[in-house]
């Protein structure tokens, strides 16, 4: 009898330990949770309207940065300038058309053509952005993925120059423009 109650017990342990143990180790280990929701989830836009305002997206023909685009798009922006490595022509008639479809206002797009492998190339695009009359947000989705080592014309890894000195570069020749 006394064997019984000690299986009873263990088996109890077992079951518990399977019900709730392992999917708790599972979460923990292999987040697929939150992958799941990383790629099916909505992002969260808190600002209405950015109406008067203008807004720069750097690597605006990416998927990020074509999608931010359209959001402002859709949330009246008075200016929108659409920086890319390459032509971001196409994303502009996307937006245009689908603003047009949806009866909403056109907001004024620039589209400029910006290398950030080099430095002439952000403080060219930096004084290019202090000719427009104002500057409220800026969106630096620009990046690369490079599988194999290769130099920038200064002598840096090219993820490196593009994801990460750009951006600290350009951070800072927008930062006054910000400002102001």
């Known amino acids: 009898m006394a064997n019984l109650g000690v299986f009873a017990v263990v088996s109890t342990l077992v079951v518990l330990l399977l019900t709730y143990g ?15 929701k990383q790629r099916h989830g909505r992002p969260t836009v808190t600002t209405k309207s950015y109406k008067g305002r203008t807004a720069l997206i750097t690597g605006a023909n990416g998927a990020f940065g074509s999608r931010a685009a359209k959001i402002f798009a859709e949330r009246d922006v008075e200016t929108l300038v659409l920086v890319d490595v390459r032509d971001c022509s196409g994303v502009k008639e996307e937006i245009e058309k689908e603003l047009g479809e949806a009866g909403k206002s056109m907001p004024k797009i620039l589209v400029w053509q910006a290398d ?23 969106l630096m989705t620009a990046g690369i993925l490079a599988f194999n080592r290769r130099e920038s014309p200064e002598g840096w890894e090219t993820s490196i120059q593009v994801n990460f000195l750009s951006g600290a570069l350009l951070s800072l020749l927008f930062l006054p423009l910000l400002k102001s």
């Open 22 to 36: 392992v999917p708790l180790f599972l979460k923990e280990y292999f987040p697929w949770q939150s992958l799941y």
């Open 116 to 138: 950030l492998m080099t430095f002439k190339g952000c403080q060219e695009l930096g004084a290019k952005a202090k000719q427009l009359e104002h500057l409220d947000h800026v």
